[in-house]
Antibody, heavy 116, light 108 residues
Framework: EVQLLESGGNLVQPGGSLRLSCAASGFTFRHYAMTWVRQAPGKGLEWVSS????????YITDSLKGRLSISRDNAKNTLSLEMSSLRVEDTARYFC?????????WGQGTLVTVSS | SYELTQPPSVSVSPGQTARITCSGD??????VYWYQQKSGQAPVAVIY???KRPSGIPERFSGSTSGTMATLIISGAQVDDEADYHC???????????FGGGTKLTVL
């Protein structure tokens, strides 16, 4: 059974940093690209970042470039998202998503709250 | 930045056909994907690559495209289909993904 378990979400002050992790199991992690999608409370989905199977190619939404880094460890079946200079508008649930021909498996998300 | 536009809400009676649109300038050249999200749950893909249905998705879900507009069609909508529906595609450079604003489907 495919499982994606996000962690690392927390309450953080504006300007702070956070590292989110996603532990993958139930499939061959290195065979799939991976994506982070976020959803602010009561709002729609927002594509955040994607990473290739090997980790050599990354894509980040323009609005977050310079504040965000995506990486993966295929030996540990782990996807990571490092966020810095956090803003109130970064408050959202962050989903880890397996990316095959489409976003085929989603985690339940981890909640990031940016507030003073 | 690239945008996909969806209507905020669509309402139909049970058994009617629901149509949810998604418009974007790059859609003539880029695939569109549709995700269903029920309250408090993670999204689920219902259509990929414009008109393909993932395994386990009922046949009443279909997709079509014409020019800059894609449409999710739910034939014979059921109360259980009430959810938010989000379209997704990529920009013309393939560097950035984008979701539409989401459409709340009401079936009653």
């Amino acid at each position: 059974e495919v499982q994606l378990l996000e962690s690392g979400g927390n309450l953080v002050q504006p300007g702070g940093s956070l590292r989110l992790s996603c532990a993958a199991s139930g499939f061959t992690f290195r065979h799939y690209a991976m994506t982070w999608v976020r959803q602010a409370p009561g709002k729609g989905l927002e594509w955040v970042s994607s990473i290739s199977r090997s980790g050599t190619t990354t894509y980040i939404t323009d609005s977050l470039k310079g504040r965000l880094s995506i990486s993966r460890d295929n030996a540990k079946n782990t996807l990571s998202l490092e966020m810095s200079s956090l803003r109130v508008e970064d408050t959202a649930r962050y989903f880890c998503v397996r990316t095959g021909m489409y976003f085929d498996y989603w985690g339940q998300g981890t909640l990031v709250t940016v507030s003073s | 930045s690239y945008e996909l536009t969806q209507p905020p809400s669509v309402s139909v009676s049970p058994g009617q056909t629901a149509r949810i649109t998604c418009s974007g300038d790059a859609l003539p050249k880029k695939y569109v994907y549709w995700y269903q999200q029920k309250s408090g749950q993670a999204p689920v893909a219902v259509i990929y690559e414009d008109n393909k249905r993932p395994s386990g998705i009922p046949e009443r879900f279909s997709g079509s495209t014409s020019g800059t507009m894609a449409t999710l069609i739910i034939s014979g909508a059921q109360v259980d289909d009430e959810a938010d529906y989000h379209c997704y595609s990529v920009d013309s450079s393939d560097n950035e993904g984008v979701f539409g604003g989401g459409t709340k489907l009401t079936v009653l």
